[in-house]
T-cell receptor, first 113, second 113 residues
Framework: ETGVTQTPRHLVMGMTNKKSLKCEQH?????MYWYKQSAKKPLELMFV???????ENNSVPSRFSPECPNSSHLFLHLHTLQPEDSALYLC????????????FGSGTRLTVV | GENVEQHPSTLSVQEGDSAVIKCTYS??????FPWYKQELGKRPQLIID?????GEKKDQRIAVTLNKTAKHFSLHITETQPEDSAVYFC????????????FGKGTRLSVIA
């Protein structure tokens, strides 16, 4: 286990459903990220949170809604998704002020039907 | 903002041969350059990184070189083995504030036994 845990590992949802992805890190990091990974656009940055504040929103559609209640937890709330939103959603964490790489979670494989 | 280009997109080598993956970046202020390996169905994992105050770093069979003047950096894998088969991502970022990593599009390396 890397210290970054994502649940669920797999999710199938209909276009009218509402679901949430969860990420938890036990590394004492103060920055967390959501990435979308698909065949067409690998590792696409979605959101950045630093010290629980959203510092970047990379032109993501409003059907994706992030939440960061504390420095250890990050959620991605999903509603009225489209089939093209099917992808692997990766969470990562880091020490924002240090020259360190990210630690990734194992991802949630999302399929929108 | 930063833009990272990665080449080639796919690479096949015979077991025992060397593999080289190249990346260029656009932001001259970038000073941290990690490389990630993602095996099939798994999360990206940091394998090596380099900071702008050095030109080369080695770790057993892998090495990374950095040319700040030309704004490019490369991953070198020697004596390749089948378990080196994976997708490799380069990335770059400034070491300031909350600037996120910007990733290349990845290189799928296949090591043929």
């Amino acid at each position: 286990e890397t210290g970054v845990t994502q649940t669920p590992r797999h999710l199938v949802m209909g276009m009218t459903n509402k679901k949430s992805l969860k990420c938890e890190q036990h590394l004492g990091h103060n920055a967390m990220y959501w990435y979308k990974q698909s065949a067409k656009k690998p590792l696409e940055l979605m959101f950045v949170y630093s010290l629980e504040e959203r510092v970047e929103n990379n032109s993501v559609p409003s059907r994706f809604s992030p939440e960061c209640p504390n420095s250890s937890h990050l959620f991605l709330h999903l509603h009225t998704l489209q089939p093209e939103d099917s992808a692997l959603y990766l969470c990562a964490s880091s020490q924002s002020q240090g020259s360190q790489g990210y630690t990734f979670g194992s991802g949630t494989r999302l399929t929108v039907v | 903002g930063e833009n990272v280009e990665q080449h080639p997109s796919t690479l096949s080598v015979q077991e025992g041969d060397s593999a080289v993956i190249k990346c260029t970046y656009s932001d001259s202020a970038s000073n941290y350059f990690p490389w990630y390996k993602q095996e099939l169905g798994k999360r990206p994992q940091l394998i090596i990184d380099i900071r702008s105050n050095v030109g080369e770093k080695k770790d057993q069979r892998i090495a990374v070189t950095l040319n700040k003047t030309a704004k490019h950096f490369s991953l070198h894998i020697t004596e390749t083995q089948p378990e080196d088969s994976a997708v490799y991502f380069c990335a770059a970022r400034r070491n300031s504030g909350n600037t996120p990593l910007v990733f290349g599009k990845g290189t799928r390396l296949s090591v043929i036994a």
